[in-house]
T-cell receptor, first 113, second 112 residues
Framework: KAGVTQTPRYLIKTRGQQVTLSCSPISGHRSVSWYQQTPGQGLQFLFEYFSETQRNKGNFPGRFSGRQFSNSRSEMNVSTLELGDSALYLC????????????FGPGTRLTVL | GESVGLHLPTLSVQEGDNSIINCAYSNSASDYFIWYKQESGKGPQFIIDIRSNMDKRQGQRVTVLLNKTVKHLSLQIAATQPGDSAVYFCAERKASNYQLIWGAGTKLIIKP
């Protein structure tokens, strides 16, 4: 069974631009969570989607948004990029509930110049 | 605020020795603790978990200990191998909404 895949793996943007990251969960998994990982803040929870609905949300500004499609694939979008948005964005999938073990993808490395 | 932290940012051990990675947490309203391993260029990989009603759980070469009295979690790795080199994260799950609160990570270096 294939693991969680994320595209693209690397991305370079400039301040003010927007970006869309994609995540394909493990087949059969319906819950997708997104995290931001930076050296200074560690892993910070962004949001979690289940059945195309946002079920949980972390403490990030409204510039960070996401969605989930009927096939459980998920995208996250960051608008009006800031230098501080440079980070590794990780997607994790689980069977149905955030109680289930989360399996992570390799991440998308975003650099904002 | 809530936090899960690690005592040592870097731990260096000799190949074949046992290693212990420690984690302190501050939120007592949690039901579940997890250890993840993150190798360079990869996402975190689940290692082992423990529920708050347990004190100890063993896996293959790994043991997790939970001391709720002092809010301390540890991961013991037996007979460390070069492949154990990674950053290890502890995470605590909030019982209210199942969100994971992550520690800062400890880098484990295995010396040959």
């Amino acid at each position: 069974k294939a693991g969680v895949t994320q595209t693209p793996r690397y991305l370079i943007k400039t301040r003010g631009q927007q970006v869309t990251l994609s995540c394909s969960p493990i087949s059969g998994h319906r819950s997708v969570s997104w995290y931001q990982q930076t050296p200074g803040q560690g892993l910070q929870f962004l949001f979690e989607y289940f059945s195309e609905t946002q079920r949980n949300k972390g403490n990030f500004p409204g510039r960070f948004s996401g969605r989930q499609f009927s096939n459980s694939r998920s995208e996250m979008n960051v608008s009006t990029l800031e230098l501080g948005d440079s980070a590794l964005y990780l997607c994790a999938s689980s069977l149905a509930s955030p109680k289930d073990t989360q399996y992570f993808g390799p991440g998308t490395r975003l650099t904002v110049l | 605020g809530e936090s899960v932290g690690l005592h040592l940012p870097t731990l260096s051990v000799q190949e074949g020795d046992n290693s212990i990675i420690n984690c302190a947490y501050s939120n007592s309203a949690s039901d579940y603790f997890i250890w993840y391993k993150q190798e360079s260029g990869k996402g975190p990989q689940f290692i082992i978990d423990i529920r708050s009603n347990m004190d100890k759980r063993q896996g293959q070469r790994v043991t997790v200990l939970l001391n709720k009295t002092v809010k301390h979690l540890s991961l013991q790795i037996a007979a460390t191998q070069p492949g154990d080199s990674a950053v290890y994260f502890c995470a605590e799950r909030k019982a209210s909404n199942y969100q994971l609160i992550w520690g800062a990570g400890t880098k484990l270096i295995i010396k040959p």
